[in-house]
């Protein structure tokens, strides 16, 4: 079966730290891959997804992942974190060629201090 | 109303209760999806359906029932429950069902159901 790790579960920065998040995923094939975010009393929101193209996605607010396929791995990275950042960080992906079935990661709970 | 709504956002019902959640969607969108979002386990995919048809039963039991009685709408009846069937429940929807390599085809969540039976 299908599978995602986030390696991360919690994760505390200062601001203007740079932020990597893991996400590595099982299935060989085809996939799509999606970072959400969920702030704090918020619902989930897209924050960059991968379909095809450019391994290196760019997302809102600053936000970047890369696509290496050999390593079966769609990390997140930020340069320079905001308090605003806080929030937890979802990893998913869809390997199912029929339909839509995305697979998360369990989530990084990010704390940023000021 | 815009993006995808759900209601009612918090629910405490009974083991022998029947309730329903529901969600509606603004977007157009020809396919719509139920989550399942437990403490300490990743979000858990339900149910799909697309375009009013059921395509996905991710192995749910029976006292969790959907109905899609149009594109823009879907609800989750429940009854029967468990104490551990309490979770938030998510709603989703998508342009349509396609799935890896079909092409860019993102899912938009609602802010969920809190859902405890006691």
């Known amino acids: 079966a299908q599978s995602v790790s986030q390696h991360n579960h919690h994760v505390i920065l200062s601001e203007a730290a740079s932020l990597e998040l893991g996400c590595n995923y099982s299935?060989?094939?085809?996939?799509?891959l999606f970072w959400y975010v969920q702030y704090p009393g918020q619902h989930l929101q897209l924050l960059l997804k991968?379909?095809?193209?450019?391994?290196l996605v760019k997302g809102i607010k600053g936000f970047e992942a890369e696509f290496i396929k050999s390593k079966f791995s769609f990390n997140l990275r930020k340069p320079s974190v905001q308090w605003s950042d806080t929030a937890e960080y979802f990893c998913?992906?869809?390997?199912?060629?029929?339909?839509?079935?995305?697979?998360f990661g369990t989530g990084t709970r990010l704390l940023v201090s000021p | 109303e815009t993006g995808v709504t759900q209601t009612p956002r918090h629910l405490v019902m009974g083991m022998t209760n029947k309730k329903s959640l529901k969600c509606e969607q603004h977007?157009?969108?020809?396919?719509m999806y139920w989550y399942k979002q437990s403490a300490k386990k990743p979000l858990e995919l339900m149910f799909v359906?697309?375009?009013?048809?059921?395509?996905e039963n991710n192995s749910v039991p029976s006292r969790f029932s959907p109905e899609c009685p149009n594109s823009s709408h879907l609800f989750l009846h429940l009854h029967t429950l468990q104490p551990e069937d309490s979770a938030l429940y998510l709603c989703?929807?998508?342009?349509?069902?396609?799935?890896?390599?079909?092409?860019?085809?993102?899912?938009?969540f609602g802010p969920g159901t809190r859902l405890t039976v006691l």
């Open positions: 989703a929807s998508s342009q349509d069902v396609g799935g890896a390599g079909y092409g860019d085809n993102e899912q938009f």
């Open positions: 299935y060989g094939g085809t996939v799509n």
């Open positions: 991968y379909f095809s193209g450019d391994p």
């Open positions: 998913a992906v869809n390997a199912d060629t029929g339909f839509q079935k995305l697979v």
């Open positions: 977007l157009g969108h020809n396919a």
């Open positions: 359906y697309s375009l009013e048809e059921r395509v």
